[in-house]
């Protein structure tokens, strides 16, 4: 088992969800933290939950391109390496192919993919010559398959693998690692900030979300995926039985999947 104390970790969309949840986790693991997302006011409160672990933040906006080289310095400056990048930050989305203005899809992209990618391509160099470096990144059980609604939201995860996939034949023998995170149902906020149509917020939590895996429990399956170097990981209910049903029996996964109610 590897372990986390004192490894320097990077986590974007800290400030809620999945992100937060986590970054407590490991500052409990001793892991010394960089905390990013886009409401600074919201780190400064994950900060003070994880003391008294080492906390630097480093408010970031996953959309704009152009400030990305300078966050990732920023980062780098907090303790003059980085051991892990937590790719996490995110937007879902509640609508059908033909309701979803194209802008949404741009939006979703990225933020979902180009973002988390811009910050992988700033740090291979620095990963490459200290040969050592891991990226968890937090995908999706819409990685896996698309379900209704969700059409920009499944094709950004599904990016992520393919993506992932390739870096990682790609560098191992400069001991760079991935690991790829899938949660099913989780219980965050995640489902007021998704994306309708229009581009306007959905601004209402999902009766499935509402029932979903406690955020802490998630968080604590993928710190142990972290220690146990995992290369991928599922995490939630039922819902992570239809990634077997699709690779196994695609015919019966359409049929399962039309039907089920997902917002």
């Known amino acids: 088992m590897a372990s986390l104390s004192n490894k320097v970790i990077w986590i974007t969309g800290a400030s809620s969800g999945i992100g937060e949840a986590l970054a407590v986790a490991l500052s409990r693991k001793g892991a010394r933290l960089i905390l990013s997302a886009r409401r600074t006011d919201e780190l400064e409160r994950v900060r003070q939950v994880c003391a008294p672990a080492e906390v630097q933040l480093v408010p970031l906006d996953l959309t704009l391109a152009d400030t990305l080289d300078d966050a990732t310095r920023a980062a780098l400056a907090c303790f003059g390496h980085i051991d892990t990048l937590v790719n996490n930050g995110g937007i879902s989305q509640r609508s059908f192919v033909q309701e979803t203005d194209m802008n949404v899809?741009?939006?979703?992209?990225?933020?979902?993919?180009?973002?988390?990618?811009?910050?992988?391509?700033?740090?291979?160099?620095?990963?490459?010559?200290?040969?050592?470096?891991?990226?968890?990144?937090?995908?999706s059980v819409a990685g896996k398959y698309g379900a209704p609604f969700r059409?920009?939201?499944?094709?950004?995860?599904?990016a992520l693998h393919g993506f992932y996939d390739a870096l990682r034949a790609e560098y191992w023998k400069?001991?760079?690692?991935?690991?790829?995170?899938?949660?099913?149902?989780?219980?965050?906020?995640?489902?007021?900030?998704?994306?309708?149509?229009?581009?306007?917020?959905?601004?209402?939590?999902?009766?499935?979300?509402?029932?979903g895996m406690p955020v802490e429990k998630c968080a604590a399956a993928i710190v142990r995926a972290m220690e146990a170097e995992r290369e991928e990981v599922y995490i939630g209910g039922k819902e992570i039985i239809l990634i077997y049903v699709k690779r196994f029996f695609p015919s019966l996964f359409s049929k399962i999947i039309r039907k089920v109610v997902v917002r």
């Open 151 to 158: 059409s920009g939201y499944a094709a950004s995860k599904h």
């Open 105 to 139: 899809y741009r939006r979703i992209m990225e933020v979902n993919f180009f973002g988390g990618i811009a910050l992988t391509h700033n740090l291979m160099s620095h990963f490459v010559s200290r040969n050592q470096g891991r990226f968890v990144v937090i995908s």
């Open 174 to 211: 400069s001991n760079i690692k991935v690991t790829m995170v899938c949660p099913g149902i989780i219980r965050t906020p995640i489902s007021f900030s998704a994306l309708k149509g229009d581009g306007t917020m959905n601004n209402k939590m999902d009766d499935l979300q509402s029932k």
